[in-house]
């Protein structure tokens, strides 16, 4: 590995350790920086800006996802059961990579995603057209699923996780998703 390399994994590392302990929309370059031990002006050797490196992430959120979702779906056989199993791995991924799932998914103000994160995004959606069989609504069932996950993980949909804690969310999560995943009737 290059030394580029080296200092862009490191900084990509330091940015979900960062996302991990606060809100993702407020790590800065700054907290980014002191997590990776750099001074802010060294990240820009790595990256051209905070935005870029948000990008890295995302790429990296998106590839571990799809891998999580193939695990997840190697013994189901069923459209329906596919799509249950890849929507509840989705939720357990959200839930534990909290910071770096935030981070991947947050829209800087006044900022387009690089070409490279948006690619990687297309490449979760294409994933779910594929497993549903419907190419054409990759984008529409990917969207689906990461609204209801991200509701889900961010209280804004409370499966009763107020009251006895994030620890309901996998299993209330499961049935909400599948719920979710039938309805869409492919």
Sequence with gaps: MSRQDEGRARLIAAARRAAAETVAARVSLRDIARAANYSPAACYRYFASRERLIDAVAVEVCDEVIAAIRKAIAGETGVQDRLAAAAHAYLLYAIAHRG????????????WAAAERSAAGMKLADYFGELAGRPELGACLWASIHGVVDMMVKGVIDLGQREQGASVLPSRGETLLRGLTESLAL
């Design 100 to 111: 770096a799932f935030d981070l991947a998914f947050e829209r800087a103000e006044g900022d």
